[in-house]
Antibody, heavy 120, light 107 residues
């Protein structure tokens, strides 16, 4: 059974940093692109970042470029999102999601999400 | 950026009735469109990809159609478990975008 379990969310002050993790199991993690998608409270879904199987390609939504870094450790079956210079508008539930196929960027499995709250 | 617009924002339907949800892209996305269902407090679930292909385990009452800029998700006979928010997502280019969602509520 495919499982994605996020962790690392919490309350952080504006300008602060946070590192999210996603532990993957039930599939060959190193064979899939992975993504982060977020959802602000009461709002819709927003794609944040993608990373290729070997980490050689990464893509970001403009609003997080230069502040967020997606990475992965295939030996640990883990995906990460390093978030720096956090803003109030980054407050959201952050989901880890598996990309279904190479360069076909829709998501067949999602974690349950971890809440990030940016507030003083 | 490709803007995805969903309508209506809210759809009130009685159980057993048909629901038709629309999704429009600001430019052609070919058939590179997916639909997701999200219930309160839960992660989204993939329903449809390639505009019209049901994902594994999705009941036949869910169907998708369209290409280019106009897409439709149809739920042929609403069951109680279908009341939820539905999102479309284009994956025609690397800057992935979602629609704002349609909430299907009980009439």
């Amino acid at each position: 059974e495919v499982q994605l379990v996020e962790s690392g969310g919490g309350l952080v002050q504006p300008g602060g940093s946070l590192r999210l993790s996603c532990a993957a199991s039930g599939f060959t993690f190193s064979s899939y692109w992975m993504s982060w998608v977020r959802q602000a409270p009461g709002k819709g879904l927003e794609w944040v970042a993608n990373i290729k199987q070997d980490g050689s390609e990464k893509y970001y939504v403009d609003s997080v470029k230069g502040r967020f870094t997606i990475s992965r450790d295939n030996a640990k079956n883990s995906l990460y999102l390093q978030m720096n210079s956090l803003r109030a508008e980054d407050t959201a539930v952050y989901y880890c999601a598996r990309v279904t196929d190479d360069y076909v960027f829709y998501f067949d499995y999602w974690g349950q999400g971890t809440l990030v709250t940016v507030s003083s | 950026e490709i803007v995805m617009t969903q309508s209506p924002a809210t759809l009130s339907v009685s159980p057993g009735e048909r629901a038709t949800l629309s999704c429009r892209a600001s430019q052609s996305v070919s058939s590179n469109l997916a639909w997701y269902q999200q219930k309160p407090g839960q992660a989204p679930r993939l329903l449809i990809y390639g505009a019209s292909t049901r994902a594994t385990g999705i009941p036949a009452r869910f169907s998708g159609s369209g290409s280019g800029t106009e897409f439709t998700l149809t739920i042929s006979s609403l069951q109680s478990e279908d009341f939820a928010v539905y999102y479309c997502q284009q994956y025609n280019n690397w800057l992935l975008t979602f629609g704002g969602g349609t909430k299907v509520e009980i009439k």
